[in-house]
């Protein structure tokens, strides 16, 4: 473990069935840091985080590590397993998907803390009024149903939750991707705050390149199963490494202008199940692809401070960025 | 630039709620006009009224011509209705018959609108799945074995077998993978181009607003704050609300608000959707 990170996740390998879902994802994460985790659908980044989680489905199998300090996680069992929830949480897209329609909201938020931790009851639902108002939520509504509350709400109720246990670290899964714009902003402004205000990090999924390069620190881009960027945010869009990233940023319309046409990419994200294991699962529809790029699968190296699995990184590096050619 | 779309007053209650009240405007032949606002701002119930899934209470709808404000009782009309205006939903995984390729679905269309023989059908379902982008894999399979951006693909091509003047695009490209996002805005485009034919985009993203529209319409709890050519609109709102949109969009730099402190209460009004 490398000094200074909070979590590790090495080789990490996730196979459900016959399909492969991750293909070996290398990730670290400092401590009150916000990491950003962009992919598009069936990247894997979703799976990455349920495994940090230890919310694999049924029957997945898996190889590699995630370290928390020097404990593996995937040993953990029993109470500590239990106590690892409460140190890394989980909040995700769909909170209505995730909490209990017939129980009352604050019986869901202090669910863990008396179960898991043997809170006595009138505590629990202290600390459950307390974080509630600190999500800007009216304690009233700990003794309402959760089809009285809106979707913003609802999410609200699921980041003050997932917080009522310290965690030092919250898995944060498309939390505001169901949500309209300004409910986002301010879903982003409750989470910005809490971070500073527990001295947490965050690993922030989405699918929005721009979501990510403006709220995180340091952004790291999916593809296929793999890791395939890893980059300061500020310079995510203006000195990218990756080819797939570039091509990610520059396919997006810009509110600022309309363009005559938008560079797209050609064909579909591949999921990690259908990537060629002896070549960049980007090459096909790399504009940047060489011979080389369909012979062999290149490796995640370091690069200018940041990390890029490309076979001609280095070769390509200052020609990426988001010009205004267009 | 005639138009093919005129909205008058138009007005839908749902018991107390007053979803739409006194929206207005009209869309040129080959102009794009997007509706943009949060859920619960009445834009959907607009797109509903001019397909005629839901009645208006009030105000009129008048689409090539012919008024559409009261539905129609004979099956010849409604399909004259549906030569005029069609919609893609966001959501292609519902909106699709389970059973139907895409193929079944287009030529269906076909069959029912121009009646025509079983040799022209096929070589215009040809066409318009090439139009969208579609391999020979993807129009003889059923719609689970697409993904999402395929699907909405066929939901286009579907919608565009009808040969209607008007095309509803209520949110169709949100839930697109941006790499795919931008080929199908690309397509939307090329068919304009190619047809002449006339966009309602109702979305949420003012990115995809601008790419695709001329005109926008900013809505709020049932009503038109702002309106104008897009590129006015998203440089200088002159609404609070369209302000707040704006200042919304993730940025470098960027610094999410909480909403309370954002918009000054005069502004929060009489507006449907609870302000915590």
């Known amino acids: 473990m490398a000094i200074g990170n909070l979590l590790e996740v090495k080789g990490l390998q996730i196979s459900i069935g016959d399909a492969n879902v991750l293909r070996g994802v290398d990730l670290a994460i400092r401590p009150r840091e916000v990491l950003g985790l962009v992919g598009e659908s069936g990247s894997g980044k979703s799976m990455t985080a349920r495994a940090i989680a230890r919310l694999l489905p049924r029957g997945a199998r898996s190889e590699g590590t995630i370290t928390l300090g020097d404990a593996d996680v995937g040993t953990f069992e029993g109470s500590a397993l239990r106590r690892y929830r409460g140190q890394v949480a989980m909040v995700f897209q769909d909170p209505r998907a995730h909490i209990n329609p017939v129980r009352r909201v604050g019986d869901f938020m202090t669910e863990a803390l008396r179960t898991n931790q043997g809170v006595q009851k009138a505590e629990a639902y202290d600390r459950a009024a307390d974080m509630l108002s600190q999500v800007g939520l009216d304690t009233r509504n700990l003794s309402r149903y959760p089809h009285e509350l809106s979707g913003g709400m609802l999410q609200r109720v699921m980041i003050a939750s997932a917080l009522l246990t310290r965690p030092r670290l919250l898995l944060a899964d498309e939390p505001s991707t169901a949500l309209d714009v300004t409910t986002q902003a301010e879903v982003m402004a409750i989470l910005a705050e809490l971070r500073n205000d527990f001295d947490m990090a965050l690993l922030f999924i989405t699918h929005d390149l721009e979501l990510a390069a403006a709220v995180c620190d340091r952004t790291a881009v999916m593809y296929a199963g793999q890791v395939v960027e890893v980059r300061d945010s500020e310079l995510l869009h203006t000195d990218p490494l990756h080819p797939y990233t570039a091509a990610l940023a520059a396919a997006r319309p810009d509110i600022g202008r309309t363009q005559p046409r938008l560079r797209a990419i050609p064909g579909r994200p591949l999921s990690g199940s259908e990537a060629p294991a002896d070549a960049c699962a980007f090459a096909p529809r790399c504009v940047h692809a060489a011979s080389a790029c369909g012979q062999m699968m290149p490796e995640l190296v370091e690069l200018d401070g940041g990390r890029s699995r490309c076979l001609r990184a280095a070769e390509l590096r200052g020609t990426l960025g988001v010009t205004a050619d267009a | ?168 695009l209520d949110e169709s490209v949100a839930a697109l993978d941006v790499s795919i996002q931008a080929q199908v805005l690309n397509l939307l485009a090329d068919i304009r181009d190619a047809t002449g034919i006339s966009y309602l985009l109702i979305s949420h993203d003012l990115a995809v607003v601008r790419q695709l529209a001329e005109r926008v319409i900013v809505m709020r709890g049932g009503a038109v704050v702002e309106q104008g050519p897009t590129g006015d609109v998203l440089d200088h709102p002159q609404h609070p609300y369209t302000r707040l949109l704006r200042e919304s969009v993730p940025r470098p730099g960027w610094k999410p608000q909480r909403r309370v402190s954002a918009l000054p209460v005069s502004d929060r009004g009489a507006c449907p959707v609870p302000v915590w």
């Open chain 2, 1 to 168: 630039m005639p138009d093919v779309l005129q909205v008058q007053n138009l007005r839908k209650e749902f018991g107390d709620l007053i979803a739409v009240d006194d929206v207005s405007f009209a869309i040129g032949e080959g102009e794009s006009l997007a509706i943009v606002g949060e859920s619960g701002s009445g834009k959907t119930t607009i797109a509903k009224m001019i397909v005629g899934l839901e009645r208006p209470t009030g105000g009129r709808i008048v689409a090539c011509g012919h008024d559409r404000s009261a539905p129609v009782r004979s099956a010849k009309k409604r399909r004259e209705r549906g030569r005029e205006v069609q919609i893609v939903f966001q959501d292609p995984y519902t909106s699709l018959d389970p059973r139907h390729s895409a193929e079944a679905a287009i030529e269906e269309v076909l069959r029912v609108h121009h009646g025509w023989d079983k040799g022209r059908r096929r070589a215009r379902v040809a066409e318009l799945a090439d139009l969208v982008g579609l391999d020979e894999r993807q129009r003889a399979v059923p719609p689970r074995a697409l993904s999402g951006g395929q699907r909405q693909r066929v939901a286009i091509a579907r919608a565009l077998a009808a040969e209607p003047r008007i095309l509803i």
